[in-house]
């Protein structure tokens, strides 16, 4: 083998080194927006149930009220 086709053959080896560092990349990238996405969701979900939560909480104390006026 020359010097020419150890040159090429380098080359290639190179190239695909770089190809699979940027596809590690992407992937990497990939899954760290998953992961934000599903923080995301899950605080979304938690803010969600915050509320549900006061939401019944209210129902609940106006119910009391109207039960407690209506025995008055």
């Known amino acids: 083998m020359n ?6 053959e380098l080359l290639a080896q190179q190239h ?11 992937n990497r990238a990939l899954e760290v927006e998953q992961v934000h996405q599903e923080d995301a969701i899950a605080e979304k979900a938690r803010e969600l149930l915050v509320e549900e939560r006061q939401q019944e909480a ?5 119910m009391l009220h109207r039960a407690v006026e209506e025995i008055q």
């Open 16 to 26: 695909l080194t770089d190809e699979e560092r940027h596809a590690k990349m992407v």
């Open 58 to 62: 209210t129902v609940e104390a106006n």
């Open 3 to 8: 010097t020419e086709e150890q040159a090429r």
